[in-house]
């Protein structure tokens, strides 16, 4: 067995080697092997979605054995800064945030979820406009730093109130909510893509509506073309005590999965699985299958995260393990210079095995020649010896059956030439 091994690497070794060497100098051209740790922005609200969507992304993740790293953040704009300094890898960011400006350099995964504006008004005089009465009031925009804030500015702008029209309180959740209840601010944005705590305490609060943009859903679209009308059904919040009381109309950006333009193709071909996994289902704003899509995006879309849009999943990622398929997939690009590089390789492997064969035989019989034109005076003592040593040699020759016929015809040689010698002239 062992000599069979020899055998084949003395044919092929030469061109294993040459292969090795071949993959090694190729594989530092083809496109750099994933990174070990990934670095995702998440929100300090442990009620938001962002923090929960996050979750589920470090958790797919790690089942791909990536080291996940959480960094803290105060909402889509700080997002946006960390994903432009290059502190984080990932991040979810409300439409609406990105802008030509603050965006360069970024692309973007995807829309994943919609996160309506839950704007809470004190109850307003019949006939009011609500937003309109809020000129000169107190009103819970939220942190800055927050897409929350961005929003609701955007809104109340919207409407002819500029920052400088209204009293910018900078609360949020909870704070927020306890605020508009005990009468201290006259309205409260949230946007969020799940009721939390806050919302759900208001919605249950005297003295306090949730705004239905009704018929103007429209106009507040077209105005501004990041926000798309979603219907909060009636008793969505609660069946038992019909919460809401009747269909709401609600305007929500569609929050996005953001990278830097640098992202390695392979973890975006991954993401782009795990976003499909986490999103498609339905949910409380949204159709089975709505997210995540390509569609309406303010940054560019990242070429995998289209080319999934366009095809689907590859195949090496969708019937093998992660890994597997970044191996395969770095390789696949070297196929057409290994063939090259193997096709005349293996034409020779046959001669230097055959070579590599005879000379061994080759090396004997020159000592063989040099015996005899030493002892064309006849044997002595020395002549013997070396003989005996050829003899020796030529028997201990690790050599295949294949050429055994080779050996014998060697050792017949050698003792032909000794009876020569031996023979009076």
Not at 33 to 48: E, G, K, M, N, Y
Not at 210 to 218: I, T
Not at 260 to 273: I, S, T
């Given at each position: 067995m062992w000599e069979a091994i020899k055998a084949f690497l003395r044919s092929w070794g030469l061109v294993i080697l040459a292969t090795a060497i071949g993959l090694f100098v190729a594989?530092?051209?083809?496109?750099?092997?994933?990174?070990?740790?990934?670095?995702?922005?998440?929100?300090?609200?442990?009620?938001?979605?962002?923090?929960?969507?996050?979750?589920?992304?470090?958790?797919?993740?790690?089942?791909?054995?990536?080291?996940?790293?959480?960094?803290?953040?105060?909402?889509?704009?700080?997002?946006?800064?960390?994903?432009?300094?290059?502190?984080?890898?990932?991040?979810?960011?409300q439409g609406g945030v990105p802008s030509r400006d603050n965006a360069a350099g970024l692309v973007t995964m995807g829309q994943v979820f919609f996160e309506p504006a839950w704007v809470f008004i004190r109850n307003q005089p019949e006939g009011a406009r609500p937003v309109q009465a809020l000129r000169g009031k107190r009103v819970a925009v939220g942190p800055e730093g927050s897409g929350t804030r961005v929003l609701a500015l955007a809104l109340l702008e919207a409407n002819g109130l500029r920052a400088d029209a209204i009293e910018p309180v900078p609360l949020a959740g909870n704070e927020a909510a306890e605020a508009l209840a005990a009468g201290t601010i006259e309205a409260a944005i949230f946007v969020s893509a799940v009721p939390t705590d806050a919302i759900n305490r208001l919605i249950r609060t005297e003295?306090?509506?949730?705004?239905?943009?009704?018929?103007?859903?429209?106009a507040y679209a077209a105005n501004l073309p990041y926000l798309h009308p979603v219907r909060l059904p009636n008793a969505a919040l609660s069946l038992a005590e019909d919460l809401p009381r009747g269909d709401v109309t609600m305007m929500a950006p569609a929050a996005s999965l953001l990278a830097?333009?640098?992202?390695?193709?392979?973890?975006?071909?991954?993401?782009?699985?795990i976003l499909r996994d986490t999103h498609r289902q339905r949910t409380l704003f949204s159709p089975e299958g709505r997210f995540p899509n390509g569609q309406n995006n303010e940054v560019p879309l990242q070429e995998d995260a289209q080319r999934f849009y366009e095809k689907g999943p590859s195949f090496l990622q969708s019937y093998l393990p992660f890994w597997v398929a970044v191996a395969v997939d770095r390789l696949?690009?070297?196929?057409?210079?290994?063939?090259?590089?193997?096709?005349?390789?293996?034409?020779?492997?046959?001669?230097?095995?055959?070579?590599q064969m005879e000379r061994q035989l080759y090396r004997v019989y020159h000592k063989v020649r040099q015996v005899?034109?030493?002892?064309?005076?006849?044997?002595?003592?020395?002549?013997?010896?070396?003989?005996?040593?050829?003899?020796?040699?030529?028997?201990?020759?690790?050599?295949?059956?294949?050429?055994?016929?080779?050996?014998?015809?060697?050792?017949?040689?050698?003792?032909?030439?000794?009876?020569?010698?031996e023979e009076p002239a």
């Open positions: 594989f530092r051209f083809v496109s750099p092997a994933p990174p070990d740790t990934l670095r995702l922005a998440v929100s300090t609200d442990p009620q938001s979605a962002y923090t929960q969507t996050v979750a589920a992304y470090a958790r797919a993740l790690e089942q791909e054995h990536f080291k996940v790293e959480r960094v803290p953040t105060q909402g889509s704009v700080d997002n946006l800064r960390l994903l432009r300094e290059g502190r984080v890898d990932l991040a979810l960011v003295g306090v509506n949730l705004l239905n943009f009704g018929s103007r859903a429209e830097r333009k640098d992202l390695n193709p392979q973890v975006a071909a991954l993401m782009m699985r696949w690009v070297l196929i057409i210079p290994l063939v090259t590089l193997l096709l005349p390789l293996a034409r020779f492997a046959p001669s230097i095995y055959t070579w005899d034109e030493e002892s064309k005076a006849g044997l002595s003592m020395r002549t013997i010896a070396k003989l005996d040593a050829l003899e020796k040699e030529a028997s201990e020759l690790k050599l295949p059956d294949s050429y055994a016929d080779r050996i014998y015809g060697l050792r017949r040689h050698i003792a032909w030439l000794r009876r020569r010698k």
